[in-house]
Structures are given as C-alpha cells and as structure tokens.
C-alpha cells in the first residue's frame, strides 16, 4: 500500500527566505515520488520526480528534493521565494507494478509568499 | 502543441441530466486516467486504462462511465449528475507504472445546478 502526508496545509513565508514544504510517503515497493504545482484554476503541472538514479532531485524553478532510502521525508525545498512561487503543491507517490501507475497524491500545501 | 486536452473547460448544468468530458493526449502514452479533485483540493483517481483496457476502477458510482476508443483517447460519461458530482476533473496519461511521470490536463470544472 502507499500512502502520502503532507504536513501543513498552508505555509506562508517572505519573498526571498527558505521554502520548505514537507511530505511523508510509504510504499510497499520502490517508490516513485512526484511534487506537482496547481496555479489557481490551472491544471497540475509537474515540479520534479524521482524515479531511480540520484537522490537529489532538481525541478523546474528552482525547486528540489531529496531522496532518502529507508527514511519517509520528501521534502520541497527552494533557496529564495518568489511572489510567483504562491500556488498550491502536491506530493505524490507511485511505483512499479502498482496498480498500473495508481498515483496517489497528499491533500496539498497552499504557499503563500509575502512581500 | 497541447500534450494532454480535455474538453469542455467549463461545464455548468442541471441535475439529472447526462453530460460528457473527453480528453485526448499526442504523448503515445500508453496509460490514460481519470480524477476528481474536490473541493477541497483532494485529488482522487477514479479510472485507469491501459491501451484500451480498464485497470483501476475505484470506487465510483456507476453512472460514471469511461470510455476509451483507442490509446490516445479516454472520455468520462456521467449519467444522472447529482450535486455532489460538482468538482474539477483531470485527465492524466503516463507511460506504464508511471516511471516517466503524469502528464495532466488542465481539468474540467463541472458544476451542477
């Protein structure tokens, strides 16, 4: 089974500082873990993804995350906010042989970023 | 080119009538699926097809109804809409098990009145 926590369900931080948004998976197989950004009433459009091969995953924006095996985080991380950085982001996982790609998805984090 | 579209954008209509949503995708994926994100943001999976073929049918009412005429094309029928089919609904595709990543549509808002 697989299953993903997000933790916050909104996180406000200033233009310029950290943003870490947090996730917890667990899988019963090699996961494939995704973070996807939803701008208001737009579709879902993907962060960044690991699959297999390097831990630390650079995404689009300047996003990234890392990957630990045998420990559950897969955490969000980006240097320095952008005003255009405030959306909604989901984590998600899947894996190989499940359910012929069943991604299941955290209830998402609203960021909001403040001038 | 737009990889995975669905129409209509908009969708506003009365109680028990029956509408459709389709979705077509140009990536060759060979997976193809439907959610449902509620108000609330939570996003659901509802079906997934394989070339043509049903692989997930979650639980879902049964006046939902997919339909998928070949590998790149997989519609959503809904019989006797109820208010509380009021939602967005993605199309998704993928190559199998989901290795390469989701490629959604930009969603369908479906408001019954």
């Known amino acids: 089974a697989q299953s993903v926590t997000q933790l916050g369900s909104h996180v406000s931080v200033s233009e310029g500082a950290l943003v870490l948004l947090r996730c917890n998976y667990s899988?019963?197989?090699?996961?494939?873990l995704f973070w996807y950004v939803q701008y208001p009433n737009q579709g879902l459009q993907l962060l960044l993804k690991?699959?297999?091969?390097?831990?630390l995953v650079k995404g689009i924006n300047g996003f990234e995350a890392e990957f630990k095996k045998s420990e559950t985080p897969f955490h969000l991380t980006k240097p320095s906010a952008h005003m255009s950085d405030a959306a909604e982001y989901f984590c998600?996982?899947?894996?190989?042989?499940?359910?012929?790609?069943?991604?299941?998805f955290g209830k998402g984090t609203k960021l909001s970023v403040k001038p | 080119d737009t990889a995975v579209s669905q129409t209509p954008k908009y969708l506003v209509t009365q109680m028990g009538n029956d509408k459709s949503i389709k979705c077509e995708q140009n990536?060759?994926?060979?997976?193809m699926y439907w959610y449902k994100q509620d108000s609330k943001k939570f996003l659901k999976i509802m079906f997934s097809?394989?070339?043509?073929?049903?692989?997930i049918n979650e639980t879902v009412p049964n006046r939902f109804s997919p339909k998928s005429p070949d590998k790149a094309h997989l519609n959503l029928h809904i019989n006797s809409l109820e208010l509380g089919d009021s939602a967005v609904y993605f199309c998704?595709?993928?190559?199998?098990?989901?290795?390469?990543?989701?490629?959604f549509g930009s969603g369908t808002r479906l408001t019954v009145v």
């Open positions: 690991y699959t297999t091969g390097a831990t």
């Open positions: 998600a996982v899947s894996g190989y042989g499940v359910s012929q790609g069943n991604l299941k």
């Open positions: 097809y394989n070339n043509k073929e049903l692989i």
């Open positions: 899988s019963s197989v090699p996961p494939y």
């Open positions: 990536l060759g994926h060979d997976t």
């Open positions: 998704a595709s993928s190559l199998p098990h989901g290795a390469g990543g989701y490629t």
